[in-house]
């Protein structure tokens, strides 16, 4: 069965530190995984995308890496903000080559609270 | 643009009333799904339109049914509604399945959070 694993469930730092949250998947074929963002009341908006050949990507303060050996994957939060605050989705597409079916296997969630 | 936009945001029914879930997207995408979010778990597929026309069953179908009414819209539906049902439900589109990654993002509305009473 496909699956993704999230750590830690939920997580409090203070403004400015940085902080690392990560992901375990079980889920093939795989395509590709996303970190999303959800905010409190809202629906989740993607902040970065790898495929296989990719270990890295950055998207501003936010640095996702993948080990597709391991099929692990973190996302760093440098310098936090207080909009920081919200739940990390780790999210893997099912397919083959590259090629995405389109279907999704998320993660729990990971709730980060940063406060002043 | 407004995305992907849902009605209603919040609603409450009693045990066995029926309602529909309203979904919109002005992208222009293909693609169109829906969610059901429940505390302490990942986001659960419904049902789902590959394209126009078509609709399919995801992980957790039963209880609900879908219309695919035209290229911008995908309803879900409750039909007898159960304390089970208690949940956020998000609508999502992506431009369709693909070889090229950015093409399957998917975009959620805001949700509905929905109280089966």
């Known amino acids: 069965k496909n699956q993704v694993e999230q750590s830690p469930q939920s997580l409090i730092i203070l403004e400015g530190k940085n902080c690392t949250l990560q992901c375990n998947y079980t889920v093939s074929p795989f395509s590709n995984l996303r970190w999303y963002k959800q905010d409190t009341g809202r629906g989740p908006v993607s902040l970065t995308i790898m495929t296989f050949s990719e270990n890295t990507k950055s998207n501003g303060r936010y640095t996702a890496t993948l080990d597709a050996d391991t099929k692990q994957s973190s996302l760093h939060i440098t310098a936090s903000q207080l909009s920081d605050s919200a739940s990390y989705i780790c999210v893997v597409s099912v397919g083959a080559g590259g090629t995405s079916y389109g279907k999704l296997t998320f993660g729990q969630g990971t709730i980060l609270t940063v406060h002043p | 643009n407004a995305g992907v936009t849902q009605t209603p945001k919040f609603q409450v029914l009693k045990t066995g009333q029926s309602m529909t879930l309203q979904c919109a997207q002005d992208?222009?995408?293909?693609?169109m799904y829906w969610y059901r979010q429940d505390p302490g778990m990942g986001l659960r597929l419904i049902y789902y339109s590959a394209s126009e026309g078509t609709t399919d069953k995801g992980e957790v179908p039963n209880g609900y049914n879908v219309s695919r009414l035209n290229k911008r819209e995908f309803s879900l539906r409750l039909e007898s509604a159960a304390p089970s049902q208690t949940s956020v439900y998000f609508c999502?589109?992506?431009?369709?399945?693909?070889?090229?990654?950015?093409?399957?993002?998917?975009?959620f509305g805001p949700g509905t959070r929905l109280t089966v009473l």
């Open positions: 999502a589109s992506s431009e369709a399945p693909g070889p090229v990654p950015s093409y399957n993002e998917q975009f």
């Open positions: 992208m222009n995408h293909n693609s």
